[in-house]
């Protein structure tokens, strides 16, 4: 095993990019929430796909939707990976707390990337998703649920993650001028995640929530 990379977890996806690509479930148990969130959005919506992995098996499918999938990640080795599998779409290698790509997008996934992130960067995460997002675009993240910390393995190596609690989540969303659409805590039918869904609404508007 390597060093933990507690502040970096994304150095942890160099060193098992490969096994990664090869064990990485496909069977796309999120799609009732991928799902979701297409039904928001119109055919040319833009989304941002945070933490995109090796693009399989979310961004595959929404680009399959022929939406318009941008894919950023953190790990070098794994969007080559990415690259190969999907080389008409746009990657961007990017810590996503670092992230200012100056355009705004329809929506953000951020499933099981955002809480690799340690829980004193997590809130001011929820700027960023906010300075990429349009009016009324729509937030798909997954987190734990509680405030702590845990370390997995992947690949055998040793894989940090961490969760704010359902009460601070909650009052970033609120402090950031999301509206909750969506909080399931352990899904059984998805692996047992915990999923938030929220779409952005700046200055209290309330439009049409078709967007894109």
Not at 148 to 159: D, F, H, P, T, Y
Request: proline share 4%; glycine share 8%; with cysteine.
């Amino acid at each position: 095993m390597k060093k933990d990379n507690r502040k970096n977890a994304f150095e942890v996806y160099n060193e098992v990019s490969d096994w990664f690509a090869e064990n990485r479930d496909r069977g796309l148990i999120e799609k009732p929430y991928l799902d979701q969130v297409i039904a928001l959005l119109n055919r040319n919506a833009r989304i941002l796909d945070l933490g995109c992995g090796t693009g399989q098996p979310i961004l595959d499918y929404l680009t399959r939707q022929n939406l318009n999938v941008t894919g950023v990640d953190a790990s070098q080795k794994i969007l080559n990976l990415a690259r190969k599998n999907f080389p008409s779409t746009v990657f961007i290698q990017a810590d996503m707390r670092q992230l200012s790509l100056g355009n705004k997008f329809d929506a953000i996934i951020a499933w099981h990337s955002f809480f690799h992130l340690p829980g004193e960067d997590q809130p001011a995460m929820f700027k960023v998703f906010s300075n990429h997002l349009q009016p009324n675009g729509i937030l798909l993240f997954t987190s734990g649920t509680e405030h702590g910390e845990a370390w997995g393995l992947i690949g055998g190596e040793k894989l940090f993650h961490a969760s704010l609690s359902t009460k601070e989540y909650t009052q970033l969303l609120t402090n950031h001028n999301f509206t909750l659409l969506n909080h399931q805590v352990n899904d059984p039918n998805c692996g047992n995640a915990t999923i938030w869904m929220a779409k952005y609404t700046p200055d209290n508007q309330h439009k049409d929530p078709k967007i894109g």
